[in-house]
Nanobody
Framework: QVQLVESGGGLVQPGGSLRLSCAASGSIFGSSRMVWSRQDEGKERDLLASITQGGSTYYADVMKGRFTTSRNTAKNTVYPQMNSLQPENTAVYCC?????????WGQGTHVAVSS
């Protein structure tokens, strides 16, 4: 049973913006800190940001200032907004739901930044 689904990836030109989304089942969303990360082929995973159930956010330095995330409780969805994208930002972007003893992963959505 799929419980997290990311969408919104695709091809974007350098300097462009993209808004992703991660929809979770209600039972997971309401009890989880939602976390975004990315991984490009052959590279380590980068933590990007997280947002708690209460809406508190954390942004890692890797994309700070160009990555923001919001949370829509009514839709059980988190929305990262990425701006000023560059080719080095090409990766599979994933969300996961963190609970005290469990972690749920989505399948990821690929973002390619190229002219």
């Amino acid at each position: 049973q799929v419980q997290l689904v990311e969408s919104g990836g695709g091809l974007v030109q350098p300097g462009g913006s993209l808004r992703l989304s991660c929809a979770a089942s209600g039972s997971i969303f309401g009890s989880s800190r939602m976390v975004w990360s990315r991984q490009d082929e052959g590279k380590e995973r980068d933590l990007l940001a997280s947002i708690t159930q209460g809406g508190s956010t954390y942004y890692a330095d890797v994309m700070k200032g160009r990555f923001t995330t919001s949370r829509n409780t009514a839709k059980n969805t988190v929305y990262p907004q990425m701006n000023s994208l560059q080719p080095e930002n090409t990766a599979v972007y994933c969300c996961h739901a963190d609970q005290p003893v469990l972690r749920y992963w989505g399948q990821g959505t690929h973002v390619a930044v190229s002219s």
